[in-house]
């Protein structure tokens, strides 16, 4: 993409936040600055409790900075939108409806409703493999397939911009290798914006065109890093020469960061 001219999708104006913790102010980010392109893909990683999900939750705008902004299409961010679509670590399905009526339901609240609603949902439970399941309620589904489920949710209602904060962190490394390939796939399909928090440094490297590295708390953008290894990526991508010297790299400076959380 070299030289393209892209329209900036999210902009990051140096966002504060701070939450009144049990023995006083947590400053869980600070001075955050990132701007990211439409359809870019970008992976954060850092060490556990940098306030990743605090910055995704901000875009999203479940959650308010202390300062600074959040500017989505050209607009501040005052609350959550259809523009954004969101899948948690943990899977927040709707215990009452089916597979398919989860799915459904973000559709309906885009207005789209019955057969067409119906034929959009399966499309993405096809995706997820739960085809099977689709009348079966959350408590007769495993946690893996509860979490599929939240990403076909995610997908059905054609968000602009997904938001996902370690969505593939609990399921078995076929499942999560599956999902990786039919987001990319989705991805160069529908040319989404994709922000995608993980703990996995080979899942950030696979997935994204950056990778950027937060820092030990206060949370900072510490690094950010040009993955230039061209799409279509696969499994056989993690053993080239250029993606083992990228990933040493990257995990060298997350691992620094996990050393300051330790003293
Ligand atoms: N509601 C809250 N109240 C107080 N502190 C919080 C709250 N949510 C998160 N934190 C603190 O803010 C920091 C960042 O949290 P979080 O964004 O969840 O980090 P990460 O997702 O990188 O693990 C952590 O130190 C966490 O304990
Ligand atoms: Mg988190």
């Given at each position: 993409m070299a ?108 207005g789209i ?104 708390r206060p ?45």
């Amino acid at each position: 993409m070299a030289g393209e001219k892209r329209n900036i999708k999210v902009v990051i104006d140096d966002v504060k936040k701070t939450y009144q913790g049990r023995t006083g102010e947590v400053v869980a980010l600070n001075g955050v600055n990132l701007e990211i392109a439409e359809n870019e893909f970008v992976t954060v990683v850092g060490p556990s409790g940098c306030g990743k999900s605090t910055l995704l939750n901000i875009i999203a705008g479940l959650l308010e900075p202390t300062s600074g902004r959040v500017v989505c299409n050209g607009v501040e961010v005052k609350g959550t939108g259809m523009d954004r679509g969101v899948v948690f670590q943990q899977y927040a399905l709707f215990p009452w409806l089916t597979v398919k009526k989860n799915v459904m339901f973000p559709l309906n609240m885009k207005g789209i409703k019955g057969q067409e609603a119906e034929e959009m949902a399966m499309k993405y439970i096809r995706m997820v493999d739960l085809e099977k399941f689709c009348d079966h309620y959350p408590k007769e589904l495993s946690g893996g397939m509860k979490q599929r489920v939240a990403i076909a949710r995610a997908y059905a209602a054609e968000p602009e911009i997904l938001l996902m904060d370690e969505p593939f962190g609990a399921l078995d490394a076929q499942t999560r290798t599956q999902l990786q390939q039919d987001l990319l796939d989705t991805w160069e399909r529908e040319q989404k914006t994709c922000f995608f928090i993980t703990h996995d440094v080979d899942e950030a490297l696979i997935l994204g065109q950056r990778v950027i590295i937060m820092s030990a708390r206060p949370g900072r953008i510490k690094d950010i890093v040009d993955i230039d290894i061209p799409y279509p990526r696969n499994q056989e991508t993690k053993m080239s020469p250029r993606f083992l010297e990228l990933k040493n790299y990257i995990w060298g400076q997350v691992y620094q960061e996990y050393l300051e959380v330790r003293k």
